[in-house]
C-alpha cells in the first residue's frame, strides 16, 4: 500500500514532534504567565517608585518579571526545566531584552539593581482578552 501513496520506506517524527513541541511551550508559557500575575503586583515603572520585593513592573512597551517570580511561575505549571529553552526561544524572537551576557536585564528601580525577565507585553496579547497587567494585583 505505501508504494501506491508513495510513503518514503522511514520518516523522521522527531522532527514534527519538535517542532510541535517548541510552539506548545511558547503557547503553555504565555498561557502560564497570564494565568499566575494574578498572584503577583503589578507596579508600573517610574522614576519616583518604591522597590517593592517580589513584584512586577511594567511600562508601556515591556513587562519586568524578577527572576524568582519567573522560576515560582514556571514551577507551577511544570515548565522550570524547560526555562532555558522558553527563554532562549524568546531572545531569538525578539520579545526578550537581556543584557550582553545572559537571559535577564539588570534594572535600577529606588537605587537598586535588580535581575529581571523584560518580556514585550505584546507577547501576551489575546483578542477579547484583558491586557496583561490589568490581569494582575494592582497597587
Known amino acids: ?5 508513495q510513503i518514503p ?3 523522521e517524527w522527531s522532527i514534527f514532534s519538535r517542532k510541535i513541541r517548541e510552539e506548545d511551550l511558547i503557547r503553555i508559557f504565555i498561557e502560564a504567565v497570564r494565568d499566575d500575575i494574578k498572584y503577583w503586583k503589578t507596579i508600573e515603572k ?3 517608585r518604591k522597590y517593592e520585593l517580589r513584584s512586577i ?3 508601556a512597551e ?3 518579571i524578577p527572576n524568582e517570580v519567573f522560576d515560582r511561575i514556571l514551577g507551577r505549571h511544570g515548565l522550570l526545566g524547560n526555562k532555558l529553552y522558553i527563554l532562549y526561544e524568546l531572545k ?3 520579545d526578550l531584552r537581556c543584557d550582553q551576557e545572559g537571559l535577564s536585564q539588570r534594572i535600577q528601580i529606588d537605587m537598586q539593581r535588580k535581575e529581571f525577565y523584560c518580556l514585550k507585553r ?5 483578542i477579547g482578552a484583558p491586557d496583561i497587567i490589568d490581569l494582575g494585583r494592582r497597587e
Do not use: V
Open 9 to 11: 520506506p522511514k520518516i
Open 62 to 64: 515591556w513587562i519586568m
Open 122 to 126: 505584546s507577547l501576551f496579547k489575546k
Open 92 to 94: 531569538q524572537r525578539g
Open 46 to 48: 517610574n522614576r519616583n
Open 1 to 5: 500500500m505505501g508504494e501506491y501513496l
Open 57 to 59: 513592573y511594567y511600562c
